[in-house]
Antibody, heavy 116, light 107 residues
Framework: QVQLVQSGAEVKKPGASVKVSCKAS????????INWVRQATGQGLEWMGW????????GYAQKFQGRVTMTRNTSISTAYMELSSLRSEDTAVYYC?????????WGQGTLVTVSS | DIQMTQSPSSLSASVGDRVTITCRAS??????LNWYQQKPGKAPKLLIY???SLQSGVPSRFSGSGSGTDFTLTISSLQPEDFATYYC?????????FGPGTKVDIK
């Protein structure tokens, strides 16, 4: 069965970076894009960007351009999302999700807390 | 970027009610519109893709319609497990965006 398993919760100080992982199983990792979506407490879903695990090509929402980097390690079927220059407003649950024109499988979410 | 709006932002309904949620795109997105359901503390779940196609395993009481800029999600007979927040998402652009969500709660 398809599964996306994300890394555990993180606490970071303002100005630091965080790198969240998303390990895929149950399908061919390079056949589907990985998207990243975040959700602040009590707020809606915010799409951050996508990565093609086969080519490594990426596309980022303008809001995150220059601060987000999406990468992958195909040998271990794992995608990564790194967000730098963290600020308190980046406190949120970060999800990875599989798909291109639709997001059919989602990770369990990773809580990133930014606090001094 | 393509902007998505939803209405209403919240609604109260009873079990058995017919519920309709509307999503509007800031430009034509053809049928590149998906609907997700999210329950508290859980990841979103895909319900409808390509505006009107039911995702495998999703009950037939859920349906979607529309094209261009205006779309609708309908729940024909609301069940207790349907109380949740619903989001639309456009996939016309490679830079996907979500609507702000519609919370469906118990009347």
């Amino acid at each position: 069965q398809v599964q996306l398993v994300q890394s555990g919760a993180e606490v970071k100080k303002p100005g630091a970076s965080v790198k969240v992982s998303c390990k895929a199983s149950g399908y061919t990792f390079t056949s589907y894009d990985i998207n990243w979506v975040r959700q602040a407490t009590g707020q809606g879903l915010e799409w951050m960007g996508w990565m093609n695990p086969n080519s490594g090509n990426t596309g980022y929402a303008q809001k995150f351009q220059g601060r987000v980097t999406m990468t992958r390690n195909t040998s271990i079927s794992t995608a990564y999302m790194e967000l730098s220059s963290l600020r308190s407003e980046d406190t949120a649950v970060y999800y990875c999700a599989r798909g291109t024109t639709l997001l059919d499988y989602w990770g369990q979410g990773t809580l990133v807390t930014v606090s001094s | 970027d393509i902007q998505m709006t939803q209405s209403p932002s919240s609604l109260s309904a009873s079990v058995g009610d017919r519920v309709t949620i509307t999503c509007r795109a800031s430009q034509s997105i053809s049928s590149y519109l998906n609907w997700y359901q999210q329950k508290p503390g859980k990841a979103p779940k895909l319900l409808i893709y390509a505006a009107s196609s039911l995702q495998s395993g999703v009950p037939s009481r859920f349906s979607g319609s529309g094209s261009g800029t205006d779309f609708t999600l309908t729940i024909s007979s609301l069940q207790p497990e349907d109380f949740a927040t619903y989001y639309c998402q456009q996939s016309y652009s490679t830079l996907g965006t979500f609507g702000p969500g519609t919370k469906v709660d118990i009347k």
